[in-house]
Nanobody
Framework: QLQASGGGLVQAGGSLILSCTVAELTFDDEAITWFRQAPGKEREAVSCFHTSDNSAHYTSSVKGRFTISGDYAKTTVSLQMSSLEPEDTAVYFC??????????????????????????WGQGTLVTVSS
């Protein structure tokens, strides 16, 4: 359903673009979210794109540095990351769910096991930022 790509190694201050190709990106109530998981840490939502209003949402640690956008023709949601910091090093995942707001997802939306509650997950892509 989702295919993530674009990770790699970059120096601090550099940029990378991650892409999430979605099998079907509709105009319905769908949220595409980029999560990341650093070694030894929990998976966290960093940015979310919502198809209901083409809105973009960010967690505070990446606001002003990351930009999320959706391309309906290519059914792709991209995450442009700039001014990267070593703290951004993580495996990045894209995920999709419906009828949940981005605000709810970024604020913490979990299933009964305590994992982020998403309908579909892409495979992870590693981003490494060297100092």
């Amino acid at each position: 359903q989702l295919q993530a790509s674009g990770g790699g190694l970059v120096q601090a201050g550099g940029s990378l673009i991650l892409s999430c190709t979605v099998a079907e990106l509709t105009f319905d109530d769908e949220a595409i979210t980029w999560f990341r998981q650093a070694p030894g840490k929990e998976r966290e939502a960093v940015s979310c794109f919502h198809t209901s209003d083409n809105s973009a949402h960010y967690t505070s640690s990446v606001k002003g540095r990351f930009t999320i956008s959706g391309d309906y023709a290519k059914t792709t949601v991209s995450l442009q990351m700039s001014s990267l910091e070593p703290e951004d090093t993580a495996v990045y995942f894209c995920a999709a769910t419906t009828f949940v707001s981005c605000q709810t997802i970024l604020g913490g939306y979990y299933d009964h096991k305590g994992d982020p509650a998403q309908d579909y997950w892409g495979q992870g892509t590693l981003v490494t930022v060297s100092s």
